[in-house]
Each structure stands twice: as structure tokens, then as C-alpha cells.
């Protein structure tokens, strides 16, 4: 289903959501105003986006000291049960 499908504004309004459905199964839907080519509906290219393994690494390591629990006082400011402010 890739020809093209050309129909006037009207009728686009008309029935929007099938010519919708139309193009994001890949077949491109022309619009014309006044019987000229207006404007084109067709699908978004998907986005690709590679995975990049160690791409963090340059922020380095957090250290072992990021896993220990926090103290007491660093608790008790983080507290929703304390109103300081």
C-alpha cells in the first residue's frame, strides 16, 4: 500500500481519522485544495537511537561512599514530617 492517495481538503476533513490510519500503515495521502496538491500526510520515521555502551564512564565512578546510608542530620533536613521553612 504505498501509491499515492490524493483527496480534496473537504473530504479530509471528513473522514481525518481513516486517512490518518491510511498513512501510518506507510500509504502517502496527498491533500489538494482547489484540485492543486496542498500538502502531504504520510508516517514519521521511527527514531533509532543506537545504545552506547560506557558512554557514562567519563563522569567516572561514584565510589563506594555513595552506597553507605546517610547520616542522621542529612535524614532529618530530607524529613516531609519537618517544617523548617
Known amino acids: 500500500m504505498t501509491a499515492q492517495l490524493i483527496i480534496n481538503v473537504h473530504e479530509a476533513k471528513t473522514h481525518f481519522s481513516k486517512f490518518l490510519e491510511r498513512a501510518h500503515m506507510g500509504q502517502e495521502v496527498i491533500l489538494a485544495k482547489a484540485g492543486k496538491p496542498y500538502a502531504r500526510l504520510m508516517p514519521l520515521a521511527p527514531v533509532v537511537s543506537k545504545r ?8 567516572g565512578d561514584v565510589g563506594s561512599a555513595f552506597f553507605e546510608p546517610l547520616p542522621d542530620a542529612e535524614l532529618a533536613a530530607w ?3 519537618k517544617a523548617t521553612r
Open 79 to 81: 524529613s516531609p514530617n
Open 52 to 59: 552506547q555502551p560506557g558512554r557514562l564512564a567519563a563522569f
